[in-house]
């Protein structure tokens, strides 16, 4: 899926949107790094005179950091409290279901880019909740909105 945007688009300017699920989405202006690492282990072979041989171990997914967005709706706020909810009062079912979600990264396209024949790479981050939630420093005198930063922990992606 090729978002396209215009002038007259409300996330103009932004680089990426993103589908939080259940129909919540936002758009971005910068995403940190997506990583995802595999641990080595070494086996020791008491007949082996050359050493340890080195194998592959646990996987683990870096968190990603979501950095000036901006929303039209409370659903990242909320769906952050439900985590904090669900912490405390040990249902995490609270408001709105299970906390973890699978995660869409589309790259936005201008206008002038429509023509490329090439999709844009989109990343799915899957199993993932929110770990860390701020609102941008509040300025009468700027011209940014409110923007908002967003930290998820996963367990998985894919590039498709």
């Keep these: 899926m090729a978002v396209v945007v215009s002038n007259e688009d409300p996330y103009f300017g932004f680089n990426f949107l993103v589908d939080f699920s259940r129909g919540e989405t936002a758009a971005f202006m910068k995403i940190g790094e997506v990583a995802h ?15 340890p041989a ?23 706020i909320k ?6 909810k669900g912490l405390t009062d040990g249902s995490y079912d609270s408001i709105g279901g299970e906390f973890r979600r699978t995660v869409v990264i589309f790259p936005i396209r201008k206008a002038e880019d429509r023509a490329s024949a090439n999709p844009p790479t989109r990343i799915v981050l899957y ?9 941008g420093g509040f300025d009468a005198a700027g011209s940014n909105v409110l923007l908002e930063s967003l930290t998820l922990a996963h367990e998985g992606l894919a590039r498709l």
């Design 127 to 135: 199993e993932a909740w929110p770990i860390g939630y701020k609102v």
């Design 79 to 84: 769906w952050f409290d439900n985590v904090v």
């Design 37 to 51: 690492n595999v641990g080595v282990a070494e086996q020791i072979e008491i007949s082996d005179p050359y050493g």
């Design 54 to 76: 080195k194998i592959p171990d646990r996987c683990s997914w870096g968190d990603v950091a979501f950095e000036r967005g901006l929303t039209v709706n409370k659903d990242l």
